[in-house]
């Protein structure tokens, strides 16, 4: 029997484990893990003081940074830094970026409104066609400068802002799955969570979201997931359901069972 509470010995046994030649590449990939969170953690702690010291400047400041939110790289950051849940709604000054930060038409006129549909719509085919092609990073560019169109319009009517609305969801969808070609399934995941929050009712973003979540092998979420796309969708589509729940239980299974071979060649 293994004795838990002995440390030198866990840490004899570790060792063992990292010595062996089958297990390096477990070893390298926990060591690349570890070193991109301790990444993650330096640069979280950088864009925190930028934070800190934005909140903290007066008017006058963030009047005079206004015309330089305008350039899209820097409206992109300054708005990242405060599009981030774990930011305290109650601070009165990210109101203000948020406000400087959403470069907007004042009044959408109806030319303007056509204009813009009809960019997105070319950035989108343009996309469309890098993604049939096999070039994700191509079609990414491509359906950002869509999004980057359309957050540009104020409609005045409902039914134009439905339309834009429309426009977004499609293009954020195609973002989810662009990125999900890319290798990036967390990426994948914020776009269709975005999506979702514009249309909780669309299915097929939640279909989307699961499969990058069985991707990140987070795997009761893409459960939920196609749980409510099947409520959602009702008896339609049930093919296509029914395929990705063989792909979870399929992968949940290999997950399992790697599991269990790797505690029993650390224990035995």
């Known amino acids: 029997m293994f004795d838990f509470t002995d440390s030198a010995a866990l840490q004899r046994s570790f060792a063992e484990f990292a010595r062996q030649p089958a297990n390096a590449p477990l070893v390298e990939r926990a060591q690349q893990e570890e070193l991109l969170e301790s990444l993650d953690a330096r640069d979280a702690a950088m864009l925190q003081a930028v934070r ?6 007066d008017a006058a400041t963030r009047d005079t940074l206004a ?7 820097l409206a992109r950051l300054v708005h990242s830094l405060f ?13 203000d970026f948020e406000r400087l930060t959403a470069p907007r038409l004042a009044a959408t006129t109806p030319e303007q409104l056509s204009a813009a549909m009809n960019e997105q719509l ?19 560019r491509h359906y950002e400068r869509g999004l980057a169109v359309l957050r540009l319009l104020q409609p005045d009517s409902p039914h134009d802002a439905a339309v834009v609305q429309e426009a977004q ?13 890319a290798g990036e399934p967390g990426a994948a995941v914020a776009a269709c969570g975005r999506a979702l929050e514009l249309d909780p009712g669309n299915a097929a973003a939640r279909v989307r979201r699961a499969k990058a979540l069985m991707a990140r092998r987070e795997y009761q979420a ?14 339609s589509r049930g093919e296509e359901l029914r395929a990705l729940r063989a792909q979870l239980r399929m992968l949940r299974q290999r997950d399992e069972a790697a599991d269990r071979g790797l505690y029993s060649r650390m224990f035995r």
């Open 122 to 140: 070319e950035e989108r085919q343009l996309g469309n066609r890098a993604y049939a092609a096999g070039d994700p990073r191509v079609a990414l």
């Open 222 to 235: 893409a459960a939920a997931d196609l749980d409510a796309a099947e409520q959602l969708w009702g008896g």
């Open 52 to 57: 800190i010291k934005l909140e903290e400047a």
């Open 83 to 95: 599009n981030d849940p774990s930011v305290s709604p109650a601070n009165p000054h990210s109101a």
């Open 67 to 73: 015309p330089l939110l305008r350039y899209p790289v």
């Open 169 to 181: 969801v499609t293009l954020l969808l195609n973002t989810a799955a662009a990125y999900l070609a």
